[in-house]
């Protein structure tokens, strides 16, 4: 079915551990993506019969499965040895000059599980489809869903024994900040320049060595972020290890798209000083790309100088992530004035406004109903500018996946029925119109419905 070229299982073994998922006692659908496979160039017809590929009962033709190695900082704190713990890459995928990564998430243990079972409950991986399709629907670079299935198995989680279930994650590739890390610290120079070579290569063929390479993955960085923070997602886990150096939203886990607006706001239960919050995320992408270009020294010649060169590079980052919110947020109210958008901010923050749907009022309606005063005000000089309201329609979705229409979903498939997630699924592939069918799914939770928190629960 996939044509692949396992150019990371052939780097040297300690890259990782060869090893084949673990087979699952009785495999079924949830579903699986025609878009995506169509874009990948896979026949329906043989990924509608692989039910027990995606399911890691059987080995396809050509891959090389291997559990990835890699470390990272988790709230900042050092974890030296983390690794694909329930996860298995299969292999890279080639179609014409694009090559994707194709990897099982809940595949049973490996030698990185730590204390992990190696599985993952069926409610994450309806959550990471529904939610990393919406983002590619969005625009946003992503980590996509090829299919997603039921195990037949329980797992145990916190809320007791629950259906398990394996994700099929595609990717530009797995290639974090915190594969860097593991290497550089065990003083296994050799192995960092192998990994900047093949990560060059696939994602930043022109950087040109590691300032280039540490430049450009600061530039996909603050583009993304900036792409996030314009749509009020939380990413929620922003470890080391959960940013990839393609520049694609990876880990979907206690991720969520905020309603009411407020830039302190964090969902994550585990997040308790509130460090992944809204605001926080380009501080944070910067203090992850420093554990990057700390992890690219030892290639980067003499240390001193070395010291310099990169701190300078990564003080470039402010300039790039100023420079991209800018142009989204110009592009949300339709006028380029950082100034005003900004002041549009403190005034849905101070009145807790629905994030998408004000601005989607503003694109659709250049108005807001029931604007408070300052708001009547920010609307009136606003207008006067002559915002352009077909870039704000672009910029500006009608729906977004709400967190309780995503729990209502998880619920739903936990009970066995799988229309929910169907429905939600279709909604999102086309966030950028008003339709009929989308309607109740544009509707920010009522008090009783609100979903606070989030758990990374896999
Ligand atoms: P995450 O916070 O989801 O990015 O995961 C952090 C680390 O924990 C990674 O090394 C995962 O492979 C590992 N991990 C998470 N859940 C499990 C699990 N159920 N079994 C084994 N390892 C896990
Ligand atoms: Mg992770």
Same mark, same amino acid.
């Given at each position: 079915?996939?044509?692949?070229?396992?150019?990371?299982?052939?780097?040297?073994?300690?890259?990782?551990?060869?090893?084949?998922?673990?087979?699952?006692?009785?495999?079924?659908?949830?579903?699986?993506?025609?878009?995506?496979? #169509?874009?990948?160039?896979?026949?329906?017809?043989?990924?509608?019969?692989?039910?027990?590929?995606?399911?890691?009962?059987?080995?396809?033709?050509?891959?090389?499965?291997?559990?990835?190695?890699?470390?990272?900082?988790?709230?900042?704190?050092?974890?030296?040895?983390?690794?694909? &713990?329930?996860?298995? !890459?299969?292999?890279?995928?080639?179609?014409?000059?694009?090559?994707?990564?194709?990897?099982?998430?809940?595949?049973?243990?490996?030698?990185?599980?730590?204390?992990?079972?190696?599985?993952?409950?069926?409610?994450?991986?309806?959550?990471?489809?529904?939610?990393?399709?919406?983002?590619?629907?969005?625009?946003?670079?992503?980590?996509?869903?090829?299919?997603? +299935?039921?195990?037949?198995?329980?797992?145990?989680?916190?809320?007791?024994?629950?259906?398990?279930?394996? *994700?099929?994650?595609?990717?530009?590739?797995?290639?974090?900040?915190?594969?860097?890390?593991?290497?550089?610290?065990?003083?296994?120079?050799?192995?960092?320049?192998? *990994?900047?070579?093949?990560?060059?290569?696939?994602?930043?063929?022109?950087?040109?060595?590691? !300032?280039?390479?540490?430049?450009?993955?600061?530039?996909?960085?603050?583009?993304?972020? #900036?792409?996030?923070?314009?749509?009020?997602?939380?990413?929620?886990?922003?470890?080391?290890?959960?940013?990839?150096?393609?520049?694609?939203?990876?880990?979907?886990?206690?991720?969520?798209?905020?309603?009411?607006?407020?830039?302190?706001?964090?969902?994550?239960?585990?997040?308790?000083?509130?460090?992944?919050?809204?605001?926080?995320?380009?501080?944070?992408?910067?203090?992850?790309?420093?554990?990057?270009?700390?992890?690219?020294?030892?290639?980067?010649?003499?240390?001193?100088?070395?010291?310099?060169?990169?701190?300078?590079?990564?003080?470039?980052?402010?300039?790039?992530?100023?420079?991209?919110?800018?142009?989204?947020?110009?592009?949300?109210?339709?006028?380029?004035?950082?100034?005003?958008?900004?002041? *549009?901010? #403190?005034?849905?923050?101070?009145?807790?406004?629905?994030?998408?749907?004000?601005?989607?009022?503003?694109?659709?309606? &250049?108005?807001? +109903?029931?604007?408070?005063?300052? !708001?009547?005000?920010?609307?009136?000089?606003?207008?006067?500018?002559?915002?352009?309201?077909? #870039?704000?329609?672009?910029?500006?979705?009608? +729906?977004?996946?709400?967190?309780?229409? +995503?729990?209502?979903?998880?619920?739903?498939?936990?009970?066995?029925?799988?229309?929910?997630?169907?429905?939600?699924?279709?909604?999102?592939?086309?966030?950028?119109?008003?339709?009929?069918?989308?309607?109740?799914?544009?509707?920010?939770?009522?008090?009783?419905?609100?979903?606070?928190?989030?758990?990374?629960?896999?």
């Amino acid at each position: 079915m996939f044509r692949f070229d396992n150019s990371y299982a052939r780097l040297p073994e300690r890259f990782g551990t060869k090893m084949a998922p673990a087979p699952v006692a009785d495999p079924g659908w949830v579903a699986w993506n025609g878009a995506l496979a #169509a874009e990948m160039g896979l026949d329906p017809a043989e990924v509608e019969a692989s039910l027990d590929v995606f399911a890691g009962n059987r080995v396809p033709e050509g891959a090389e499965p291997m559990a990835q190695l890699y470390a990272g900082h988790q709230f900042g704190g050092w974890s030296p040895q983390l690794g694909d &713990g329930r996860a298995i !890459l299969l292999g890279e995928h080639v179609h014409g000059d694009r090559r994707w990564d194709v990897a099982l998430k809940g595949s049973g243990p490996t030698p990185y599980s730590r204390m992990g079972d190696g599985r993952s409950a069926l409610g994450p991986v309806i959550r990471e489809y529904l939610v990393s399709e919406a983002m590619h629907a969005l625009g946003v670079p992503t980590t996509r869903a090829l299919a997603a +299935v039921t195990t037949g198995e329980t797992v145990l989680r916190q809320e007791g024994d629950v259906a398990g279930g394996i *994700l099929t994650r595609v990717a530009a590739s797995h290639i974090r900040v915190g594969t860097f890390q593991v290497f550089a610290a065990r003083d296994d120079a050799e192995a960092v320049r192998l *990994l900047l070579d093949h990560a060059t290569a696939r994602h930043h063929p022109t950087a040109g060595g590691p !300032l280039g390479f540490l430049r450009a993955v600061m530039e996909r960085q603050a583009e993304l972020v #900036a792409q996030w923070m314009g749509l009020g997602f939380i990413h929620g886990v922003m470890n080391t290890d959960n940013m990839a150096v393609s520049g694609e939203t990876i880990d979907y886990g206690p991720c969520a798209f905020m309603e009411a607006y407020h830039p302190d706001t964090v969902f994550s239960s585990i997040d308790q000083f509130g460090r992944y919050a809204w605001s926080k995320q380009p501080d944070i992408a910067l203090w992850n790309l420093a554990q990057l270009a700390t992890a690219l020294l030892p290639v980067m010649g003499e240390r001193e100088a070395a010291v310099r060169e990169a701190t300078e590079t990564l003080e470039g980052f402010a300039d790039l992530f100023d420079a991209a919110w800018r142009r989204v947020l110009g592009a949300k109210i339709g006028v380029n004035d950082p100034a005003l958008g900004s002041e *549009l901010l #403190a005034i849905m923050a101070e009145h807790r406004l629905d994030f998408t749907l004000t601005f989607r009022a503003l694109a659709v309606d &250049g108005d807001v +109903v029931d604007a408070p005063p300052r !708001l009547e005000d920010w609307l009136a000089r606003w207008r006067g500018l002559a915002p352009d309201s077909e #870039a704000m329609r672009r910029a500006n979705p009608a +729906v977004i996946p709400r967190n309780h229409r +995503v729990e209502e979903a998880i619920q739903a498939a936990y009970a066995g029925d799988l229309a929910p997630f169907h429905r939600l699924h279709e909604v999102l592939r086309d966030p950028w119109t008003e339709t009929a069918a989308n309607r109740p799914f544009r509707d920010p939770a009522r008090p009783e419905e609100r979903v606070e928190r989030t758990f990374c629960g896999t």
